[in-house]
């Protein structure tokens, strides 16, 4: 259960915000790490696997990232170098139950539903059964742990409850990181934060709602 102010709806995905800003936020978001940047749309895999049975109806994992078709997500984002928030676009594509993808700009992350879980195409975790304290898995970075399970949060969008919070750890060749994302049932990533003991980072939802296509505008 959730309870919300009046939910503000995305009326209009014209991406305003700069392409660095997104790029770098959509890599922390899936779990990439801190300073990434994509220009170009991932390759799709080679060879699609056959969705899960399970992913045709919502499991445990789907109640905390549902990702339905065409469902917009707008952020808030706060870097170290930027005085006021940035904000960043994030569109889902699902055209089929066991496979979907994040939008923002030109950068694309395919995911996929598998029986266990929510999982990047390219390797790892977001989610994975069971969600309960202590459980861990491997994620897209590092080592994904359930650090809560009943968070209460509140955001731009509104206030929610019963809250599933992550924490995946890991490095690289210079640093080590720590990104805590924050799943709220029915609706998914509500908010994110990086931190390599350097440069934190984090955003946080703004609007979410079905993308409206208007007549005239490119999509």
Not at 31 to 43: K, N, P, R, T
Not at 50 to 63: C, D, F, Q, T
Not at 139 to 147: C, N
Not at 187 to 198: C, L, M, N, T
């Amino acid at each position: 259960m959730s309870s919300r102010s009046p939910v503000q709806k995305t009326r209009l995905t014209i991406d305003i915000a700069r392409p660095a800003v997104l790029g770098l936020a959509v890599a922390a978001t899936l779990g990439m790490g801190l300073g990434a940047c994509s220009s170009q749309a991932e390759a799709p895999p080679k060879t699609a696997l056959p969705p899960s049975p399970a992913a045709h109806r919502e499991s445990e994992v789907e109640r905390f990232l549902p990702l339905k078709d065409d469902t917009v997500f707008t952020y808030a984002v706060w870097l170290p170098e930027s005085v006021e928030p940035e904000q960043l676009i994030l569109q889902v594509e699902r055209r089929v139950p066991g496979r979907a993808s994040l939008r923002s700009g030109n950068s694309i992350k395919r995911l996929e539903f598998v029986a266990d879980g929510v999982r990047l195409v390219s390797g790892g975790y977001l989610l994975k059964a069971p969600l309960e304290p202590g459980a861990h898995w491997a994620g897209p970075a590092g080592r994904v742990h359930v650090t809560a399970m009943d968070r209460e949060v509140i955001v731009a969008a509104g206030q929610f409850a019963g809250c599933l919070e992550t924490t995946e750890t890991g490095r690289d060749a210079t640093a080590s990181r720590a990104i805590v994302t924050t799943y709220c049932p029915g609706i998914g990533i509500v908010k994110f934060s990086a931190d390599d003991g350097e440069r934190q980072e984090r955003f946080e939802l703004k609007t979410y709602g079905p993308h409206i296509r208007i007549e005239g505008v490119p999509q």
